[in-house]
């Protein structure tokens, strides 16, 4: 049961930081209509910021977290502006593969700057203590930190977004650009304040995510396609899908790695009897399997299923 | 009328200019190797003939049915690793090589129907989001089903142990290049003829207007669902050709940066043009071959060029090349030699100067602490001195401020060249 509840935690966390994420490429996915393939440079640019501000520069952990996502977010603005909007006259598929190719050039810049290799960027001294224990397994105040920082972010965004003029005004032109343009609203600057801010969020992600999964140039693409799988699942569009997708996903991934759960019991349970010398038996694999194994696939295979039998995710309102 | 007396020469039923570019390419083919003979030349060659026939199968539904694959590595993978079972089956000495790829082909077709049967009922973002999952499934199942995949170290096999075809065993490199420029020749035109039929022509009809094709009483699933699973084959078939160079399959060969590297090669080629992404093909094997073993950069490079296509140039190299042709027409292709002197030579030249001090930087940086001589464009010297930062710098500064400097009177005479003269 302890592990359960620390599964909980770890589920969580993960699932938090994938809403970071998910977040801001849902918002940028139905003001632009176009998946942003590289969102998830933007999380690896900022890990990489924050370990150059923090550690190089000497501004400290808390100097990275403010001024990290910041340039991040003047950066993917950027490109919204002089790179995505040229490319948008061109048509939906050549914007998908200049984010595609947009992603892979950040790869090849982060590894031109800061090498192959993972690079040492850890958690703050301060927050490198274990803060309570369920049973046998400590929790990292760091962990802690992760969801309350997190939860903030996603408190903020829902504040603006629903109580504020700006967020009105946010929410009108993703489903009428044309007529919140002629009621006098600078609706391309709107587009382009909220790619720069999903970019940013992608970023304090990075920047909180870098020191628990390890900052390396590969990092962008490994969680990549998880954010994609989220919003795929949650519904494209759809914030609160986006959550709920992020952290089921979060869990699944989770409870899949740490339950060490054998194929061979659901095949004894079906009467079938265990090939005598397994090594040499084709069914080798499926006798052998165990749940971490498919652990990670099992987004992959959740998304099809959804895409297939549910084309609109959980909770979206458009087809993708 | 004028169409006879221009092509009056007729062959096997089409006038000889239509069939011209196929003899020259089948000429080419037959005698490369007595330029390019030696073992990793050969090798390289045949690699392109591989990259071709994969490049074209992935346009097939890119370029002429609008549909963006992020797994396509999936089915070439699939056809090479059931060959190389082949391969390794105790009846393979009953099998002459040169048929294995059709088993490839038909392992890939099989797959493309069945992931095809459910995938292809959308195109734009589904299917693209259904080809990422498929593809990210695959290679972690390479992991996983040992069984069939070899697991980390993969399949591998000897491609000689097959029934001598006429006599040729196929352990000679000239001999897989012959074996691979014959499949790749008949697997071009196969393709090409495809794109001629009437469910090529839809396929057309269907990436461009879905809609307005399912009024004229198509189904736009089904025309994608074929073009699918033909494109399937095809991929098989490059897959079953790489097993016969490689004799090896690994997960690298389907996982999602393959998929990538085979979009990359399209694009570059250009999606608009049958032709297109023989160019990406050849371009790209040369990029990674011979740039590859020049610099360990060359996939920044290569990030940066990619960028700068899809952001300047969506039609691609083939759409560069053919944005020439208007000014072919009118007869003014020669006043477009000065302008291309005056611009393009030295952004080329001031852009090589750019990557010299890109080259010069990362070797400071990752180089041993005492080792400061290295070799630039045939060059030696040390990075020590000043002279050599400041050269490539004067070079790029110059060069690309020549540029930007004539840029305007290059898109002066650009459209000039390209529009007919008013009439008097």
């Not at chain 1, 009467?271 to 069914?283: F, R």
């Not at chain 2, 990029?287 to 920044?300: F, I, K, M, P």
């Not at chain 2, 020590?384 to 400041?390: D, E, G, R, T």
């Amino acid at each position: 049961m302890d592990l359960f509840f620390v599964n909980i935690i770890d589920g969580l966390v993960f699932g938090l930081l994938l809403f970071m994420l998910s977040s801001g490429l849902t918002l940028i996915f139905s003001m632009m209509g176009v998946l942003n393939f590289a969102h998830a440079s933007f999380y690896m640019l900022g890990a990489y910021f924050a370990y150059q501000i923090s550690t190089v520069i000497g501004l400290g952990f808390i100097g990275g977290l403010i001024v990290a996502p910041i340039i991040v977010g003047v950066a993917g603005a950027a490109i919204e502006r002089y790179g995505l909007r040229r490319v948008h006259q061109y048509g939906h598929v050549p914007e998908l593969i200049f984010t595609f190719g947009l992603a892979l050039l950040v790869q090849e810049v982060v590894k031109f700057f800061w090498g192959q290799n993972q690079i040492a960027y850890f958690e703050p001294e301060w927050l490198n203590f274990a803060l309570f224990s369920i049973g046998q397994n400590t929790i990292e105040a760091y962990k802690v930190f992760m969801i309350l920082i997190s939860m903030l972010i996603f408190g903020g965004l829902l504040y603006i977004l629903t109580k504020t003029r700006i967020g009105m005004i946010i929410q009108a032109a993703l489903t009428y650009p044309k007529t919140v343009e002629a009621l006098g609203h600078n609706v391309p600057m709107v587009f382009m304040g909220v790619f720069g801010v999903g970019t940013a969020l992608a970023g304090v992600a990075g920047v909180i995510a870098g020191p628990a999964l390890g900052t390396f140039p590969g990092m962008a693409f490994t969680l990549g396609s998880i954010v994609f799988v989220t919003i795929v699942v949650g519904g494209l569009g759809s914030l609160r899908g986006a959550l709920a997708a992020s952290l089921l996903i979060g869990w699944i991934t989770t409870f899949a790695a740490a339950y060490n759960f054998e194929f061979r019991t659901i095949l004894l349970a079906f009467g079938l009897e265990e090939p005598a010398n397994i090594w040499d038996s084709g069914l080798r694999d499926l006798w052998t399997l165990t749940l971490p194994q498919i652990g990670p696939i099992l987004p992959y295979i959740l998304m099809v299923a959804i895409l297939v039998f549910r084309p609109h995710g959980l909770m979206g309102k458009r087809e993708v | 009328m004028s169409n006879a007396s221009t092509n009056s020469r007729i062959l096997f039923g089409q006038p000889v200019s239509v069939l011209l570019p196929w003899i020259i390419a089948a000429i080419i083919l037959l005698i490369l190797p007595v330029f390019l003979g030696s073992r990793s030349q050969l090798t390289i060659l045949s690699q392109m003939g591989i990259t071709i026939v994969f490049a074209l199968a992935y346009n097939m539904l890119l370029g002429q049915g609008g549909m963006l694959s992020f797994g396509h590595a999936v089915y070439m993978g699939l056809g090479s690793f059931m060959c190389l079972h082949v391969m390794n089956a105790t009846w393979f000495g009953a099998l002459p090589l040169p048929l294995l790829p059709l088993i490839g082909g038909f392992f890939g077709l099989i797959f493309a129907f069945i992931i095809g049967s459910f995938s292809t009922r959308k195109a734009g973002t589904v299917f693209a989001m259904i080809s990422l999952g498929i593809g990210e499934l695959f290679a972690a199942l390479v992991l996983i089903v040992t069984v069939f995949f070899g697991g980390e170290e993969g399949i591998s096999g000897y491609r000689d142990e097959g029934l001598p075809f006429f006599g040729i065993e196929f352990i000679s490199n000239l001999e897989v290049y012959y074996l691979i420029s014959i499949w790749m020749f008949v697997a071009v035109v196969l393709m090409y003829l495809f794109s001629r039929t009437p469910v090529g022509r839809m396929a057309n009809a269907v990436r461009d207007n879905p809609e307005r094709a399912e009024f004229l009483g198509y189904s736009a699933r089904w025309v994608r669902f074929a073009s699918f699973t033909v494109s399937g084959f095809f991929c098989g078939v490059a897959g079953g050709l790489s097993a016969i160079l490689f004799e090896i399959a690994t997960e690298t060969d389907l996982n999602v940066t393959a998929s990538g590297a085979i979009l990359l090669i399209t694009f570059l080629g250009g999606v608009g043009f049958f032709w297109g992404p023989i160019i990406g093909a050849i371009v790209f094997t040369l990029l990674a071959t011979v740039l590859g073993l020049q610099t360990h950069l060359w996939e920044l490079y290569l990030g940066v060029v990619f960028v700068g296509v899809v952001m300047f140039f969506p039609a691609g190299l083939s759409g560069i090349i053919m944005s020439h042709v208007p000014a072919l027409k009118t007869g003014k292709l020669g006043t477009l030699v000065m302008p291309y002197i005056t611009c393009v030579l030295p952004g080329v030249i001031g852009g090589l100067g750019i990557a010299a001090l890109v080259e010069m930087s990362f070797h400071v940086r990752s180089g041993a602490a005492d080792e400061h001589e290295m070799t630039l464009f045939w060059i030696d010297f040390s990075t020590h001195n000043v002279l050599p930062w400041v050269v490539p710098l004067v070079i790029a500064v110059v060069g690309v401020g020549l540029a930007v400097r004539n840029a305007p009177a290059f898109k002066a005479a650009w459209d000039n060249a390209s529009t007919l003269p008013e009439a008097a």
